[in-house]
């Protein structure tokens, strides 16, 4: 599913002209992308949780040369589904 399959399926359900619609889409986008900037914690109820965490740097090696490198540092976004996502998605 792409942005514009939602901002269509907005269009449809809720009865916004597509401009609105695809307004809305960008906002809530906007918004759940400067909380994570921000590594703040996006929860949303029965969908599931939105989390910056950060790696600490470490020890690597270049499989070409064999040389050692230090790999930085770096924050990545990890998702955690609700149970309400988990049991739609596997039913018991």
């Known amino acids: 599913m792409t942005k514009a399959d939602i ?7 809720v009865g916004f002209s597509k401009k609105e619609a695809t307004d809305v889409v960008e906002s809530i986008f906007e918004i759940i992308k400067g ?19 950060a790696k600490r740097p470490r020890k690597g090696r270049n499989p070409q040369t064999g040389e050692e490198i230090t790999i930085s540092g770096r924050r990545v976004l990890s ?3 609700s149970p309400v996502l988990k049991k739609a998605i596997n039913p018991a």
Do not use: A, D
């Open 79 to 81: 998702f955690k589904p």
């Open 35 to 53: 909380r994570l900037e921000q590594s703040e914690k996006v929860k949303i109820s029965g969908f599931g949780n939105f989390v910056i965490n």
């Open 7 to 13: 901002v269509e399926r907005i269009y449809e359900k």
